[in-house]
């Protein structure tokens, strides 16, 4: 069996759009452990639209087996060492949180793009949070399709290409950063507003493993099942570098290089 999960055009796509799909990730017999333990927290029947109260719940971090299984199938390891390194990112213990979408008039009210950020600094403690050039706390933003997914069932919304127009509004911020509402304000969200957009669809079991300055937003249900939703960060074993000696970047820092003009 091959050491590579992902192709060298796969690793290419990541480059240039920042994201790839990995269909099949985890079986869909751990999906649908997963969907249940979902259902079984928030109280509300799948089949049953009257118990969908609101457009969306959010389940704290679900560190059941299943979700550690999904988080940590052997795919995905690989792909996480092609993306970020071998040695460079840490495994899973849980899912983090699962937002579930449903179809639902009200607004969710938290469909803006945005990018993740990971961290606050000591006199920022409340607020956005802060994001830096080397991606400090964040190898990868990952999102794990638990549900079948289409066009109308909430899929998440990505600008392709935009975490190369990231990494310029950063440097001068140097390692504190700077956060991720005064980016919004600084008017990055606006300046990739006519790249491609493409949705997050795929099957239960597939899984998007993103660059993590990807511009990206929620958006409401329009379909008729509701949504389930992993997206935990992939967790860096140590700081990405962007002025390695011997020039053996990973993906994503061959990424942010590209957005630096390197």
Known sequence: MSSRALS???VDEFLEHGFIRVEGAFS?????ECRAICWQETGCDPNDPATWSEPVIRLGSCAQEPFVEAANSRRLHRAFDQLVGVGGWLPRKSMGTIPIRFPHPAD???DGWHIDGSYHPEEHKSGPPWVNVRSRGRALLMLFLFSDTTENDAPTQIRAGSHLHVPSRLVAASEQGMST???????LFDATADLPQVLATGQAGDVYLCHPFLVHAAQSHHGTSPRVLGQPPLYPAEPYRLDRPDEDYSPVEIAIRRGLGQ
Do not use: F, R
Request: negative net charge.
């Open 28 to 32: 869909g017999e751990v999906a649908a």
């Open 181 to 187: 509402g005064d980016l919004g304000a600084a008017g």
């Open 8 to 10: 060298a055009t796969q």
């Open 108 to 110: 969710p009210g938290d």
